[in-house]
């Protein structure tokens, strides 16, 4: 527990959130593309370069709205939809998603869980097969057309909007895993107690008085962001 409090104390000049006290994780990695794509994440305390972010994701917009107007066959509905998203992004700071996973390291500190993860392994593969796949369609788009700048508006955006519900895709992974382990912990313990001293189930009850209070705080913790997931 000692070691859990300090690594919870330590300081860095980066706020992203470092799941196994890691700067290079699955977690940080999607939030620099999402970026990139103009969805909006504090990843630094500097407020000077969590200015520039800011003002590179209000721009992201601007040029998306400029090269659709340009390109006058790109349905509108997939723009609004990612400018919408940037937009949501950047006045939210993504807050609730920090609030959410902190919650989500103190419970698995409670817990006792050691080897979590950001992104269920399935969840991944899926995405990664998806993300592969739209890129081979994108590419076999560019190769074909004529319209470069439609191709890379067009791709620009659906990407953007994808990355941007990756974000529901990992607060509800992070929620499926604790639910599974704590299912996994439960089912232990019911098992146990048929086999122990009875002066051991006092202490086997006072688990699992643990596991429904961290069961009850999950819960609590998704509920708390609900507003935030239905504006996305």
Known sequence: MVSCSIIF????RFKM?????????SFNIIMFIRIIFGNYHPIAKSKKISMLLKLYCVSVPLVVIWMSIESVDVSPIPVIHCIINIIFNLISEENYLIKYCNTIKINDVIMGFKKTVTL?????????????SKSAVYIAYWYVSSNYRKCFIISFVEYSIDLNEITNLMIFGLMYDRMRLIRIYLEGVTTSV???RKDEIAANIRRVKIFLKCYNNLLDNLDSIETQLQCK
């Open 120 to 132: 269920n392994k399935r969840l991944a593969y899926a995405l990664t097969i998806l993300f592969l």
């Open 194 to 196: 048929n086999i122990i």
């Open 9 to 12: 104390q330590w300081e860095s």
């Open 17 to 25: 959130l470092k799941f196994y006290n890691r700067y290079i994780s």
